[in-house]
């Protein structure tokens, strides 16, 4: 399936020369009509003055109708002059849609519309480059522009990251019906263990959906699929997750449907992500199984994925079980030694606390791939969970001890 | 002053063949007297055999009369034979230093030897080539061995760490008096944030300690050294910190003498444990200052230097203090961004929240030494901690990619 925007949204990127190397650098995302929206924002502490900004935004219960994101600048740790220039950007896009008269015909007003940041920390946002270049990404919207949009927020990304997922009512084999299609974009690496090039992502959908029904849903989705990706164990100050639901499509699928929909699309971006990790050269699944808890198994799921010496190992391509029993053990969880099993792909390597006799070859062969699994059982009880992240490489080190040059 | 062993101890290192490239692998200390001992070990909830072996004997309370260490093999995840072979270690030790008939002519006891061990997890030890081993480093003993003995529990380490330091009672301006020694040598990166190398260290003193004394100056010790850098942000299965004190200068010193010396001993060995850190190309100080209270500071701090992102930043002699503030911001602390001051070296990057107008060439050139400080002003209160951590090069990526092939 080709992912494409759900019904009633235009998508836009533009170039606007906030990014030094004249790439797209400006998103834009309208819907015709209002939408209902629920957003997770960093637990940093330090947050990113859009993130303050929305925070309000969606406290106070506006409908937004636009989100309009600049890579190439966080404006983080930008004081009050921060703070209004987010104001201004939401009244530029406010200001440039009015004047289509698109359909529905509402005016729209700043505080209809969504903010969000991404790059560098402590430089003022280029507000000339955003006065000249909202026109331009309005200009630009299409509802083709889905792929656009997700180019102009990459930073450190070397691949777009888009999702999609759709539910029919009744099913496709019983008669035409209505279709509520979800699709998001994504950039950067995790909510929790986010690097500084920070994770935003939007997911769109032409459902009816509640306001209530949609934050539940997006704080189970976000639960299992941004929380349970890892790149470095650092978490940004500009991260935010918005999911934005239109009513387009008349459709209004039970909780549940909600639930899994946006999971899948969730998931799917957060795994992108992950795969697209900073000097990533592998992509590593660890499941976890055998906790007292769900907690239990993704704690010690993200403690393995966050290890740097696990992480090298794997990019060594050594199965170096050692270091995840060793990550489990540090984890803060009950772990107990003598009841943990380590495979390597199919290859059993550690068995009730100790070695078993696995022939080197067959371990070392299951680190070969791009794709890695491990699987750590814990033995303690039935709960398991899965964490995705990608392995600690050379090139990550280039990327970030330069990123500002 | 050249380090040199307390009165009454002597001690070895030899090569046993436990590593592969035929370097000293075994360490040997001797005392001729027993000796009061208090230890600290890793929190890891996977222990390796030597740690659990000796939990026991510390928490029995024998008086220890030697420590006897290999690199190589770190008798982890080894299950029951490995508590076997730590046993058989400590035995082997016993009954060749009983052979000797040292001063003082107590017969030595399996229960007087404290075992480490520091390497590859998953392997069980050599015992032949303890065997072998083990009468060696005894006829090789010596009141000048203190550095053998530092040389042969290296693994990764570039430079063998030692470090000491005295005190003399009276004055030595008041004419001739008792003196004490403490002497000490140490191992791998730290003992919160351990590389898989492990952290391993004892200190030795001839100085007379209660063992109520000994336990407390350790914690306190231990808090401000091994408890204050960071590596890479792993725990180990197998760090343990002894000291063992033989009392054979007559010399008992207040409690506070004792933990200012041992703190001192141990922040020396610290503080080039990190400067050592696998592949550390930067020694970087860490102050933070105006905390409520001193676990705040000493978290934020811990924080800032386990943060992949600001240690290769550091690599890159990038001044990107956005990273310091993030990381701040995600410690778990409530730190307030408006209050937050920063500075490398001398330069003024950050003041209350807000980049400063620095010449970015000042802060790049303070990035440029070996050596480099940092202070984060939290501006909340009076307390401080330091920090001490290295910058995260290639040469880690290459070291922890390839440590067991």
């Known amino acids: 399936m080709n992912p494409t925007l759900p019904k009633g949204f235009r998508a836009s990127g533009v170039a606007a020369g906030i990014k030094k190397n004249g790439k797209s650098d400006l998103a834009l995302i309208v819907s015709e009509m209002d939408c209902v929206a629920a957003a997770v924002f960093t637990t940093n502490k330090v947050k990113a003055a859009p993130v303050i900004y929305d925070q309000k935004l969606i406290?106070?219960?506006n409908k937004l109708r636009a989100v309009v994101i600049n890579a190439g600048c966080a404006n983080a740790c930008t004081g009050e002059e921060g703070l209004r220039n987010c104001e201004e950007t939401a009244q530029l896009v406010a200001d440039a849609i009015s004047g289509l008269h698109l359909e529905g015909g509402v005016q729209m007003a700043a505080n209809n519309?969504?903010?969000?940041?991404?790059?560098?920390?402590?430089?003022?946002?280029?507000?000339?480059?955003?006065?000249?270049g909202i026109p331009l990404a309005v200009s630009a919207l299409s509802e083709e522009?889905?792929?656009?949009?997700?180019?102009a927020i990459m930073t450190t990304d070397t691949v777009p990251k888009v999702a999609a997922d759709d539910i029919a009512v009744p099913k496709p084999d019983k008669g035409p019906g209505k279709v509520a299609h979800f699709a998001g974009i994504a950039k950067g690496s995790g909510m929790i263990h986010p690097n500084m090039a920070t994770m935003l992502s939007v997911v769109m959908t032409d459902a009816v959906v509640s306001p209530d029904t949609l934050k539940k849903c997006l704080d189970v989705a976000v639960r299992k699929s941004f929380n349970r990706i890892s790149v470095d164990g650092d978490t940004s100050t500009n991260d935010t997750l918005l999911v934005i639901a239109n009513g387009a499509s008349g459709l209004q699928p039970d909780p549940l449907e909600v639930e899994i929909l946006l999971t899948s699309v969730c998931m799917d971006l957060a795994k992108q992500t992950a795969r697209d990790g900073e000097g990533a050269t592998k992509f590593i699944?660890?499941?976890?199984?055998?906790?007292?808890?769900?907690?239990?198994?993704?704690?010690?799921?993200?403690?393995?994925?966050?290890?740097?010496?696990?992480?090298?190992?794997?990019?060594?391509?050594?199965?170096?079980?050692?270091?995840?029993?060793?990550a489990a053990g540090y984890s803060g969880e009950e772990v107990a030694p003598d009841k943990l099993s380590l495979w390597f792909g199919g290859v059993h390597v550690f068995a009730n606390g100790t070695p078993t006799q696995y022939p080197e070859e067959a371990a070392t062969a299951a680190m070969k791939s791009r794709d890695v699994s491990v699987k750590l059982d814990l033995g303690m009880g039935n709960a398991s969970a899965t964490v995705w992240t990608c392995d600690f490489s050379h090139e990550y080190v280039t990327i970030n001890g330069k990123y500002r040059t």
Do not use: C
Not at 307 to 313: E, F, G, I, M
């Open 113 to 132: 519309v969504f903010v969000m940041s991404t790059g560098v920390i402590g430089v003022q946002l280029p507000m000339d480059k955003l006065r000249n």
């Open 285 to 326: 699944t660890i499941e976890v199984t055998g906790a007292r808890d769900e907690k239990m198994a993704e704690t010690v799921g993200r403690t393995i994925a966050k290890s740097p010496l696990v992480k090298t190992a794997f990019y060594g391509e050594d199965a170096n079980w050692g270091r995840i029993v060793a």
């Open 145 to 151: 522009g889905l792929y656009a949009a997700a180019h």
């Open 59 to 61: 406290a106070d219960g």
